[in-house]
């Protein structure tokens, strides 16, 4: 086991895929069967947003009660998933963004660095992400949007779990979220780790410096430039 072992948790829409409004319009059409509203989420912008947190604001926004939240929302996401692998599998239009796999071809051969996912994708759409594409194994674990509706707590889950699941006590200095937006940035410095915000999503480099992250990259191509950041030293 390397000395210091670094963990990396990636986020997924913006950072490693992109999935063309595709969960957008998975959510739309299963809140539509359930609740008979089309284009519910009119007007929100999803942008480092939970899944939970993105649902609770369409059943606000079209005043839906949200008295018995967490069954509403596991019945909308099972929907939801059936309808996003569809429309995924369909579109020639999603895409890993540039250098990502290249990137976690790299990684994999590295002895000292360890990933994880902490998105705010539920696990299933994660993985149906990931998996079109065929990178779905380099994250056997991970915090996801089913766990909890509060981003800084689903980082915190994908932190413990790596832990656990690796069997290795990983330091916060030597730990990275690594994410598009500004609440991933946000979500790194709450519970104390370092930050890589990368400008493939709705933000610029500029946009994202704003938020003080650790490094930000234009894009995740510069392998030999980013490992050399998070193998430094605290």
């Known amino acids: 086991m ?34 008979s509203i089309p284009n519910s989420s009119e007007g929100i912008a999803p942008y480092g947003k939970t899944d939970q947190g993105i649902f609770r604001e369409i059943l606000v926004n079209n005043g839906i009660t949200t008295t018995d939240f967490r069954t509403q929302f596991d019945n909308m996401s099972r929907l939801s998933a059936i309808y996003l692998e569809k429309g995924l599998k369909a579109s020639k239009l999603p895409k890993l963004h540039k250098g990502i796999r290249s990137l976690l071809e790299r990684l ?87 930050t890589i915000a990368v400008a493939t999503g709705n933000y610029s480099v500029d946009e994202l410096k704003q938020y003080n992250p650790d490094m930000v990259f234009s894009t995740l191509s510069d392998e030999e430039r980013f490992l050399s950041l998070v193998r430094q030293t605290a």
């Not at 992109?18 to 319009?25: C, E, G, I, N, Q």
């Open 2 to 35: 390397a000395e210091k072992p670094a963990l990396l948790i990636f986020d997924v829409d913006g950072t490693l895929t992109d999935s063309a409004s595709l969960t957008r319009s998975a959510f739309e059409k299963a809140i539509e069967d359930i609740y």
């Open 108 to 194: 994999a051969t590295e002895d000292d660095i360890f990933l994880a996912l902490g998105t705010g994708n539920t696990k299933i759409n994660s993985y149906i992400k990931l998996d079109l594409h065929g990178i779905g194994g380099y994250f056997p674990v991970g915090g996801f949007g089913c766990d909890d509706e509060d981003r800084i707590k689903i980082v915190e889950t994908a932190y413990n779990r790596a832990i656990n699941y690796y069997k290795v006590d990983f330091k916060k200095q030597f730990t990275w979220i690594i994410g598009d937006t500004p609440l991933d940035i946000e979500c790194g410095k709450a519970i104390k780790v370092k």
